[in-house]
């Protein structure tokens, strides 16, 4: 597991700090704009084209390859916990282009927000063991 404290969630009221893998990264991070466009024709047949910029909505889906971005039963405990609390919001900062980058973002509660394997089957799982990670946020303004 690659992790230097560069990946990280930061509960923004609380400051509580959930050190995350490297490896973890916004899967299809392109599939997203920020431009929402509506097209409708008026009676002459003329197309009506409008176009605005989302104010904030973008997915951001955190996971890495198999084996790659595992995270401890602890960790995963400690974001279970965060997830669970009411209108709580975080800074999420991590890797990319060669730089950290920061963005606000709460949970995603509309679907599973976290998904957690675990690496080894166990009938007795300890803090220690590893598990392969999916956790889904969604940006909001950070005003």
Known sequence: MRTNAQTK????VTGNVIILSDSLYPDAEHDWS????STKYALDGT???????RQAGRPYVMQAP????VLSRATVNALKSECDKL???FWLDYLADGVVKRVKVMF???Q???NA???KGSTSPKLTDYYNVTLKFLEIPST
Request: net charge negative.
């Open 9 to 12: 969630l930061t509960n923004i």
């Open 34 to 37: 920020a431009i929402v466009s």
């Open 47 to 53: 197309m009506i084209v409008e176009q605005s910029v």
């Open 66 to 69: 198999d084996g790659h971005g």
């Open 87 to 89: 209108g709580a919001t």
């Open 108 to 110: 995603d509660t509309t």
């Open 112 to 114: 599973e927000a976290i």
């Open 117 to 119: 394997t675990p690496v």
